[in-house]
């Protein structure tokens, strides 16, 4: 097991262009699970090739174990890596798909079997040794890319949105299955993933990335309940964090605080409120609507609320939002900053 | 550090030594035409000189030769005129079959088109036998007209083959909105499927006409007299007088009747590459 | 209800198979009468005594065969084009994928070299062939100027490279090689480039170093692209003609004729038509099998 470490690592695609990836300082911890979570084009999965050995870095180090391993080659690393379309050998069985890291790395012949075998265990799919990758289900082709990944006994695992070629009722308990090998072989694991589900519910820490930049590094409440800047506030939630501009600040609550004003008893900012759709998700509703009144006149905001059966469309209501949940950002900056005093009205 | 920058280093030493090795095997004959081409027949013929470099100064002379002396210029019009015609042809029978093996018809169609596939694997050096006691038959021998017969036998089931695939690629539904929309089905064809398939039908074309100015056996067997020859033929048989080889203007021959192709079917090299590999790449 | 099945009945009707066989049937009826027809007279003739310039024929049984197995010539013919056919394809496929791995990354240049490399053949054959005949000189031959140059032969002792059976078929082969190099290149390179990024990469991650991801992924994944490109390859030069024709017409002594070549010679120049048409049906065979291979491989990629 082993501890990854970037330093200053940038990738610059094209001269003259903005790189990829900018500057990036991370430190895993022994053993974590860390979600890289970004939007398209963050630059996450370019991180996460770089440390694999994948990608050039344009400059700054990479250090797997405590060792710069810039000029080593995938092979070198002691990684392991399942890509997004698990990649298997498609004209080789699932034994020798798995089989093949050993044979690559020249691990005597006689102990492949016994190491195969326990992978495949591990992951339960010694029934499917002798079939070929396209006699699979999707869910069993992930677990045959597990399988070859941990049979070398890796220092890293690298896995690349292995669960977006999933249908999504597969997805839940493929992602379940996976937070639980993780637990069993506990080895230092990187996630890259563009689902903030994933993120929240699989990651020791998250790192939001966007345009190449790292946003928040923090455990999941952490990036959630205390967004380091707006893009984070607005990238994680669903619906996104509400944001109203008021001075130079950003001022931002979540969409579950802003709720009708009699059922908040604490201090709390009071608002109009317009709504203008309701939507029913079983479990909860989703009520967007418009602020009515001075400043925040006919701001977009959302709400969700456990129940919303007795709001009307077209009717305006009395909602408010807890004091202690108001998040604010510079306004030029976007960066949070302290809570302070703002004048609503 | 060291040890990362020198292994790529040899890497690249190797895979420019492997490209430059085989660029020159295979592009030499080419050079070598260039070469002779502009060298004086006194530079070529004296065995002491490094055949390598300009021992005299470079000459026009056997391109003048060429294009004055011989029927060179006869044989470019030759080829051409067949091209074109041959061309015309190839669409008029493909265009319309590819279409309908491709659309219209179920299991027949599958079948027919694989039929049409292997009559593509027909070599002509299996059939100019026969074939030139049809054309004897027919009274065309000696005319390029003869060619004109014959050329589409090889350029019909190939061009078919690749335009199914490229007709294949077109959806459906864009027809049938055509056809909602109050197209029959042949207009639908006409109207939408053909200008949409710009692109293959100039793949076939120039395919086709490449393929006329590459062909020899027939141009060998049914055409004789030297003013009737095609590039392909007049070139070798009729540029060599008894035993006399006339290099510099042959190669200046070959060089210029070879670029002009070799350009086209470059431009539309990856099509070509799609008809061949049967579907073994997707 | 009535009305809907009418409906749906017109649609069907849409996909008239009347307007399908006036597209295609131009086509396939060319198709039948020019090389159906002339295949079928192929098989007649070799039946027959047929002749240039005789309007009679008679049907000679299986006289034509019997007297063509007998002769030395049609014996080299065969063991000739089974030589130039297997040995060239050998040396086509091993250097194909060689470029094919140098040509598959994008670098400065790539167009033209690609451009250049594809001239053996986009060019006519013809007129390469003819290029080769020059550099295989007699007497002015660049490839004995260099090795007199470098004192391997002393002057006006080096070998006619086209003028001795055994330096005649190497050549010939030689040339073979040289024009279906190119061919095979790209379409092996189209095979490349239709492997997923991810397989390569993962075999790198999984420790494999180039040779191995080479040998033991990529090329055996490349399995029915290669078999595409040799199976043309094989056809393109057992039925070849034009490259024996140019560059030695058969000789020395038709020591490096082919099955087509000998068929053209006895056939066309000699008039013996029946013996030619024999002759030339000797490639059915192999035809037959090429294209069995060539549909299963066109097959099993539709399978999968």
Redesign the interface.
Known sequence: MAVVETRDLTKVFKEGQLGAVNHVNLETREGEFLVFLGPSGSGKTTLLRMIAGLETPTSGEILIGGQVVNDLSPRERRIAMVFQSYALYPHLSVYKNIAFPLKAQNVKKELHKEKVEWAASLLGIGALLDRKPRELSGGERQRVALARAIVREPAVFLLDEPLSNLDAKLRASAREELERFHRRVGTTTIYVTHDQVEAMAMGDRVMVLNKGVVRQLGTPTDVYDNPADTFVATFLGSPPMNLAELGDVIVGFRPEHFRPAPTISDAAVPFRFKVENIEYLGSEWIVSGTLVGEKLEGKKVFSRLSSAQNLQLGCMYDFAVPQSYLKFFDRSSEKRVAPRVVSWH | ?A???S?RFWGKLV?VL??TT??I??????Y??LI?SFKQNLD??T?EN???LFNTKPTLDHVKFLFTETRFVRWLGNTAFVGVVVVAITL???V??A???A???GRW?ER?G?G?F??Y??????????????VAYLGLQDSLWALI??Y??FT??FS?WLLMGFFKSIPKELEDAA?VDGLT??GAFVKLVIPISVSGILTVVIFTF?LV??E??YA??FISSESNQM???G??IFLVRGDV?Y?GA??A??LI???P??FM??LF??RF??G??????? | MALASNKIKSIGAAQSPLLGAAMFSPAVLYILLLVGGPFFLAIFYAFSDARIGNAEMHFVGLENFRSILQSPSFRVAIRNSFIFTICSQIVVTVGANILAISLEKTFRGRGLIRFLILLPWVAPIALGAIGWKWILDSIYSVITWALVAVHIYKPFSAPMWLGEPRLAIASVLLVHSWRLMPFSTVILLAGRTAIPKDIPEAAAVDGAGFWRTQLQIVIPMMRPIISVAVLFGLIFTFTDMTVVYILTAGGPFDSTQTLPSLAFALGIQGSDLAAGAAISLFLVPLLVIIAYFMLRVAHRAEVN
């Open positions: 550090m040890k990362g920058i292994r895979h492997v490209l085989f660029t095997l295979l592009a030499f004959p080419f070598w035409m002779t070529l013929y065995m490094n055949p390598f008029v029978l493909a319309p079959a279409y309908s093996l659309r219209l018809s169609g027919l694989i049409i292997l009559t694997l027909v070599p002509p050096t299996l059939l100019f036998i026969p074939l030139s006691r049809v017969l014959v589409p036998t019909v089931p078919i056809m089905r042949f490449t100015t590459q020899f056996v060998l067997t590039i392909g033929t070139i070798p080889y290099w042959l190669m021959a070959c009747a070879s670029l192709i070799a079917y470059n090299l990856d590459i799609a061949f590999t049967v579907g073994a790449v997707k």
